[in-house]
T-cell receptor, first 112, second 113 residues
Framework: GQSLEQPSEVTAVEGAIVQINCTYQTSGFYGLSWYQQHDGGAPTFLSYNALDGLEETGRFSSFLSRSDSYGYLLLQELQMKDSASYFCAVRLGSGNTGKLIFGQGTTLQVKP | ETGVTQSPTHLIKTRGQQVTLRCSSQSGHNTVSWYQQALGQGPQFIFQYYREEENGRGNFPPRFSGLQFPNYSSELNVNALELDDSALYLC????WGVGETQYFGPGTRLLVL
């Protein structure tokens, strides 16, 4: 079976740093993606890791450890607009067999 | 550059009916994937289309079917609707070879009564 585990909710204050963890057990693994989804909106791509290590994109960073089947999304200098759901997703195939298996999502609430 | 568009935005159907949802991919993208997202859950992969053929399928029954057209737009058809089919249906487009970056449309919210 395929499973991804991430915390259901995280709360932090504006300006702080928050880390959202994701552990996965999947039959096949090609990479780990992170998506952000605001209420009523479409998921938007944030970051992708195919290899171990840290990827940085502005205020967002994502980390992957393939040996530990673990990754995390790090959000720095939190802003109110970062309040949203965050999903980790495992890409199962290479090329464009872009089948993504999503976690249940982590709701991030940023408080003033 | 035109983003991914979906129609309709909302739909109400009754059990047993059939529904067709439509998706126009982002300009330059030739691959379309469909996902079902129940309330409070992550999106679940239904299937993917490339070059007008199904290229991978998730754990959904055959009453979920699709099409891709020469202009890369796509349709999702669901027959014999069940109450559990009530969900947000998302379409995502990508370029072949860059499947890790998928661009999602706003979705169609389907309610089955």
């Amino acid at each position: 079976g395929q499973s991804l585990e991430q915390p259901s909710e995280v709360t932090a204050v504006e300006g702080a740093i928050v880390q959202i963890n994701c552990t996965y057990q999947t039959s096949g693994f090609y990479g780990l993606s992170w998506y952000q989804q605001h209420d009523g909106g479409a998921p938007t791509f944030l970051s992708y890791n195919a290899l171990d290590g840290l990827e940085e994109t502005g205020r967002f960073s994502s980390f992957l450890s393939r040996s530990d089947s673990y990754g995390y999304l790090l959000l720095q200098e939190l802003q109110m607009k970062d309040s949203a759901s965050y999903f980790c997703a495992v890409r199962l195939g290479s090329g464009n067999t872009g089948k993504l298996i999503f976690g249940q999502g982590t709701t991030l609430q940023v408080k003033p | 550059e035109t983003g991914v568009t979906q129609s309709p935005t909302h739909l109400i159907k009754t059990r047993g009916q059939q529904v067709t949802l439509r998706c126009s991919s982002q300009s330059g993208h030739n691959t379309v994937s469909w996902y079902q997202q129940a309330l409070g859950q992550g999106p679940q992969f239904i299937f993917q289309y490339y070059r007008e053929e199904e290229n991978g399928r998730g754990n959904f029954p055959p009453r979920f079917s699709g099409l891709q057209f020469p202009n890369y737009s796509s349709e999702l058809n669901v027959n014999a609707l069940e109450l559990d089919d009530s969900a947000l249906y998302l379409c995502a487009s990508s370029s072949w070879g860059v499947g890790e970056t998928q661009y999602f449309g706003p979705g169609t919210r389907l309610l089955v009564l």
